[in-house]
């Protein structure tokens, strides 16, 4: 079992940043695959980023390609992402995820977080 806990969340202007971040837990979650998805009011989840075990592959959607960064501290079992130039589209519950499968992590992760709510105001 692999357990996230997501922080960060908040209130910003466009053009803002944020930064969020995922405390992992669990024997295997440095053998896990580490993602985030959205969800804003009235759509589906969608998927956003994700990075490999090792840190050494990163994926992004092409929405927020170029504006928000993943990345991953094994020594600490933590994941971020950092969110720049924000735009009011941005504004979602985004999810933590984790998988074993650098695939999966970005279609069905097998773990997910509570959520933390980010929104952009313009």
């Known amino acids: 079992q692999v357990q996230l806990v997501e922080s960060g969340g908040g209130l910003v202007q466009a053009g803002g940043s944020l930064r969020l971040s995922c405390a992992a837990s669990?024997?295997?979650?440095?053998?896990?695959?580490m993602g985030w998805f959205r969800q804003a009011p009235g759509k589906e989840r969608e998927f956003v980023s994700a990075i490999s075990a090792s840190g050494g592959n990163s994926y992004y959607a092409d929405s927020v390609k170029g504006r928000f960064t993943v990345s991953r501290d094994n020594a600490k079992n933590m994941v971020y992402l950092q969110m720049n130039s924000l735009k009011p589209e941005d504004t979602a519950v985004y999810y933590c995820?984790?998988?074993?499968?650098?695939?999966?992590?970005?279609?069905?992760?097998?773990?997910w977080g509570q959520g933390t709510q980010v929104t952009v105001s313009s």
């Open positions: 995820a984790a998988d074993i499968s650098n695939y999966e992590i970005r279609t069905s992760p097998d773990y």
């Open positions: 669990g024997r295997t979650v440095r053998n896990c695959a």
